[in-house]
């Protein structure tokens, strides 16, 4: 499990690595970590309005911050989020101007409102929303809010998911967990859904999934897994939570991680209608009534009732497994040589779990990984070295990863110990 609170069992291990891990380093030494901006609380996403100029959200205050040639302004905005737990001001997307409308940026955010207090209420108005604003850039301000997906944030608090990527149609993508504690709790049935492989689950409501609309709110289409909202929003379903999404710039495919619950991390090419398997399968495991494993699902996984939505919906192996969950949360393909043309469209990922991130080739076909010696088989054991696939480690709590318009890899992070967030960049010695 991974927190953006962080979790009991990552705030022990972040707090033991902080101890024993002195800043972030990387195994590559033609390359080196550079700080950009710091002293951030909790910072959980960053997006790019140009060359050094770039937007960062913090979770638990609400502020989004402009930091601009290292110069850091704001708040641009507050937003009065929830911050209990995985919830907060979350997830960032910017539609930057076109030929058409060049005084127009369209800035998305995804973050968790509820308004009453639980602990002394029974009253459940608590929801995640994403709205759309406008971007003045000359004067540094987020006007005309449009509420444009309201979901649903109960049980809760954990698994908000929150991500949001936009792809080249500039149609809007948006990770939601499972919302569900992850400890199994009994008699929590009014929340289980056929996104989460119920058979006589309750109809979807846009948990457990990743879902498509239009910059307007609008469903894509009639739907891929079904014709009515919510359902027709779906592009992939079955997911316990995931922090990070990314589109393949050679092939537009769309890729994930998953975070498992003790168990069972995953990276997932998500075609449309893929079935992620939650809560049936976790990794390569069937699970038992209360998500633990029950053996390994064989390759036909006919032993598994999947819900299928009249076979719209498709489920599809992960294409890597961490047994021992490492937490991984951002995903992003660098686009760029900058660091040298072995990384070029490579796929990186970051973690909670000892700050680190993790590098991986694709095969010629780009539908699965190209991994080295004992990790040919697609999960990494305890009996099995990472060290191949480690690129570097020490950052603390990785939260975002991106690639800058300089080409550059982004790291944001933060250290549960201090509280302390940053965003770091990865550059050649030579610069």
Known sequence: MFSLSFGPEYIINAQNQNQTIVGPSLTDRDLRVELVARDFDFPTSIEFLGKDDFLLLEKNTGDIYRILNGNVTGPLIHIDVSQKDERGLLGIAILKNDNLNKDKTFVFLYY??????????????????????????????LTDPKLI?????????????????????????VTVGDLQPTNFIQNQSVFNTKS?????GTAPDG?????R?????????HGIIGDKYPINLYFAYGIKNSFGISFDPLTGNLWDTENGPQFGDEINLVKPGFNSGWEKVQGIWKLNQTREKDGILSKSSKEVEFVNFNGKGKYSNPEFVWDKTVAPTALIFLDSDKLGKKYKNDIFVGSAKNGRIYDFNLKENRKSLSLPGNLTDLVLNKKDSSSKIIFGEGFGIITDLEVGPDGYLYVVSGFRKTDEGSVYRIIPNSN
Do not use: M, W
């Open 149 to 173: 997906l309201s979901l649903p944030a109960l049980p809760g608090p954990s698994h908000n998911g929150g991500v949001l990527e936009l792809d080249k149609h500039k149609n809007l993508y």
């Open 207 to 211: 948990r457990a999934g990743i879902l």
């Open 196 to 200: 989460q492989n119920f058979i006589n």
């Open 213 to 221: 609309l239009t910059k307007d709110g609008k469903p894509i289409g």
């Open 112 to 141: 968790t409102l509820c308004t009453k207090d639980h602990s002394k209420s029974k009253s459940r108005d608590c929801g995640n929303y994403v709205y759309r604003y406008r971007f003045e850039t000359e004067n540094n301000t």
